[in-house]
């Protein structure tokens, strides 16, 4: 029985993918190289140091991990100038009726997400006093695919893994997931998330019972 809906953050309450891709380009850009944005969704989903290592191995550079550590302080200033610009307009579509829904139905609700600012993106956007509990990047050590941030969505709501249901965007969040022996639902297409229990290209117009009864049981 699902009790509980642990939500990642980037690309599905908020899509701040276009200033993690501006950030990470723009860090690029300085080291010497580019990157695209078909580089960059193999980004999504992990953290700052992993996506680093990946865009230093992309550029086939080696830097001193003192260099690193100046790298990852840069692109997060960078990244947070553009987020606190960000208000309740940037919710995507869908996503405010379907919380109401889940507090309506007396579920339980995480966030689960492997970014440092997921609080000050809640407290921003005006959503933070809605999730019983917030798992970021500042609580877990391991990035998706590894199930860590989403077993401690559970634990934080004192749900059993197989109660919640998690709602993802990126292939990796998906594994992460499954590997935790839960059901996730997937916001994208059968192409980029072929992984997801259900595929859905949005929230608007979800009626949550109907989710939960016809696509989830």
Not at 66 to 92: G, H, P
Request: hydrophobic share 45%; with cysteine.
């Amino acid at each position: 029985m699902i009790k509980g809906f642990l939500f990642d953050l980037d690309g599905v309450i908020v899509d701040t993918a276009v200033y993690h891709y501006a950030a990470w380009k723009k860090m690029a850009n300085q080291l010497g190289f580019d990157i695209d944005e078909e580089f960059n969704e193999t980004l999504k989903g992990i953290s700052r140091m992993d996506s680093i290592a990946r865009i230093l191995e992309y550029g086939k550079m080696e830097l001193p991990e003192e260099r690193i550590l100046e790298l990852a302080t840069l692109k997060n200033d960078w990244y947070v100038e553009m987020i606190d610009q960000m208000t309740e307009e940037n919710i995507l579509p869908g996503i405010t009726d379907l919380i109401a829904q889940i507090k309506e139905n007396g579920l339980k609700m995480a966030l689960g997400s492997a970014s440092k600012n997921a609080p000050r993106i809640l407290d921003r956007i005006g959503l933070a006093s809605f999730f019983d509990a917030v798992v970021d990047g500042n609580s877990v050590s391991k990035s998706k695919p590894d199930p860590e941030v989403f077993i401690k969505g559970a634990e934080a709501l004192e749900l059993k893994n197989e109660e919640c249901v998690v709602v993802e965007d990126a292939f990796a969040g998906i594994e992460a997931a499954h590997a935790a022996g839960m059901k996730a639902i997937g916001i994208g297409t059968t192409e980029n998330l072929p992984n997801a229990d259900l595929i859905l290209t949005s929230f608007e117009g979800v009626d949550l019972q109907d989710l939960i009864d016809q696509k989830l049981s």
